[in-house]
């Protein structure tokens, strides 16, 4: 077992904060001082590690470049205004993380290395941990195959990282969404409830198309009839309709299952919503909306939080929010940033101090 202490570190001989304005800086566009990695090899973890942010140097046979053997976290830190850095529901991610590292075929890591490795290198970065509202420390643990092989079989080898990246606020406006009906993100049996690196570049090309269409976004639909809704981008999707606020389940493993959606789920609950995680077809969609019972849309997920739909263009129709009356959306988002930065009671043991 590796404990916290048998963490070599390795220290910047000067930081590079004070060339930043954390204030101004956009999402994950600029990393920490420091990264933890480990190897895992010979059936083992080994090498753990934090030494300063610096490049890898990789064979151009590496398993991962070629087939995709990879997966991700996201997670952030918050700086209470007491001052006191926080990571937001680790754990949560964790146990997501080695979820995604079984469904591809990839070894555990062990708790000491993600968590007590993650709560080190937040603790030795911590003055990267932004103080303004919307602002956090984005965490980035991830982990690839390092075979040097182009036969296609798992690897036998691999890498896991953590890097921090100072952000401010991802998504900013209201968004417009195109319901998708011709591509698909993720199919019943596939890949879809994990954070698989090839899940998000299999996306690109389909977000491209709405993009040019002049929409932010797409809605993803089941892969067999285009019809229950899935996901909206990157994030989970929460439709309100009358007193209740319905989600995908998770039972198809097509979802991703959210920590801010699991968050959001608790928090409307204790808003006085009703919370259904049920398959929701777009006709379904479009006659609550039609009777002006869906009164908002929206997507959440640990990047932007709580994203307001203004918009939804499905077929020929075209469904309209005015995001300053979403209250449910604007609420949510007001009851997490008051648990984040420390103005409202902890009271479900969300915050992690490192
Ligand atoms: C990461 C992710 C989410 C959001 O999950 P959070 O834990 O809330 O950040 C939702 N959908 C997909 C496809 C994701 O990759």
């Known amino acids: 077992m590796i404990a916290t202490a048998d963490i070599k570190v390795t220290r910047v001989e000067s930081s590079k904060p004070r060339e930043l304005n954390l204030s101004q800086v956009p999402f994950g566009k600029y990393m920490s001082d420091h990264m933890l990695e480990a190897d895992f090899e010979g059936g083992e973890w080994r090498n753990v590690e934090i030494k300063p942010y610096q490049p890898l140097l990789l064979a151009p046979s590496n398993a991962a470049l070629h087939y995709g053997q990879a997966i991700f ?162 994030m989970n999707v929460f439709f309100v309709i009358g007193d209740t606020a319905v989600t995908p389940g998770l039972e198809e493993g097509t979802i991703l299952a959210g920590v801010t959606r699991d968050s959001v789920i608790t928090l409307l609950g204790e808003m006085g919503y009703t919370v259904e995680e049920r398959p929701l077809s777009m006709d379904e969609v479009v006659s609550a909306y039609k009777s002006g019972q869906l009164t908002e849309v929206f997507g959440s997920g640990t990047a932007a939080t709580i994203s307001l739909i203004k918009e939804l263009h499905f077929k020929d129709e075209v469904m309209t929010w005015d995001p300053a009356r979403c209250d449910a959306a604007n609420g949510v988002k007001r009851k997490l940033d008051a648990v984040r930065y420390g103005y409202a009671a902890d009271n479900h043991g969300w915050l992690v101090r490192v």
């Not at 509202?133 to 982990?143: N, S, V």
């Not at 319901?179 to 899940?199: D, I, L």
């Open 73 to 234: 976290e996201g997670i952030k830190a918050y700086r209470l205004h007491t001052g006191e850095p926080v990571i937001f529901r680790p754990y949560n991610n964790y146990h997501r993380f080695n979820i995604s590292a079984n469904r591809m075929q990839m070894p555990s890591v062990p708790e000491e290395i993600f968590m007590e490795g993650m709560k080190q290198l937040v603790a030795l970065d911590a003055k990267w941990v932004p103080a303004d509202e919307d602002h956090a420390l984005y965490i980035r643990p991830f982990m690839f195959a390092t075979d040097e092989v182009l036969g296609v079989r798992p690897s036998d080898n691999f890498k896991f990282m953590i890097i921090l990246s100072p952000s401010g606020p991802y998504f900013t406006a209201p968004m417009r969404i195109w319901v998708e009906e011709q591509y698909t993100r993720a199919a019943h049996g596939g890949v879809g409830y994990a954070k698989a690196a090839g899940n998000y570049g299999a996306a690109m090309y389909p977000t491209a198309q709405a993009k040019k269409k002049g929409y932010d976004q797409v809605l993803w639909t089941d892969a067999t009839h285009h019809k229950f809704v899935q996901e909206i981008g990157v």
